[in-house]
């Protein structure tokens, strides 16, 4: 079993459309949790960092952590064809000095 | 402001041969962290770099090895390649007390045949 499991997709919903995307993970030292969104042949970029469990809401971006479930999500709301992109998950124990260690990654495909 | 800047984009390779990249971090930070992506899955973690040590790990034979300098900037060498080590090999800058936001660069593309 990998430490962090996401779905890779694709995931193809229409604009305007509430996403929601997941991640599970094995690791219950795990505390620092993180989303990246990787364009095509581009580096990640992150989008939202949450410590422990609870919400965090960030423009049309919310990332949600409960850890006694070791399951995270982050919904876009009203979604553009321009939040097209691959959506990395990312955990931490240690604040980043161990590393993050990431999900593969969920392809979301936004319909005009 | 400049952000995380990797040199060469895309690097062409023989199995048994060296290379190094190079990564300069965005302006203000002071540690960077080296990962590798395979095509299909996300980031691995190689080894994270602080005051010119390495101070953390990932599971990377010695065969990856890397350097900080003093103006935190960063080489990632890989000797003896492997076909297995074609990959984008990504570079992230962040402060030390900060290590949790990691802003990446665009990578560089290493294709080894």
Redesign the interface.
Known sequence: QKE?E?D?GPLSVPEGAIVSLNCTYSNSAFQ?F?W?RQYS??????LM?T?SSGNKEDGRFTAQVDKSSKYISLFIRDSQPSDSATY?C?M?AR???????????THLIIQP | DAG?TQSPTHLIKTRGQQVTLRCSPKSGHDTV?W?QQAL??????I??YYEEEE??R?NFPDRFSGHQFPNYSSELNVNALLLGDSALY?C?S?KVW??????????T?LTVT
Do not use: C, H, I
């Not at chain 1, 042949?41 to 992150?46: A, I």
């Not at chain 1, 604040?95 to 990654?105: E, M, S």
């Not at chain 2, 900060?98 to 990578?107: A, C, D, K, R």
């Open positions: 962090v996401q890779p620092y993180m990246y042949r581009k580096g990640p970029e992150l960092y410590y990395l990312a931490s604040g980043g000095a161990d590393g993050l260690t990431f999900g593969k990654g | 995380v962290s990962y299909g899955q996300g980031p691995q973690f080894f994270q101070r953390q990932g990504l992230a962040s900060g290590l949790n936001e990691q802003y990446f660069g665009p990578g593309r």
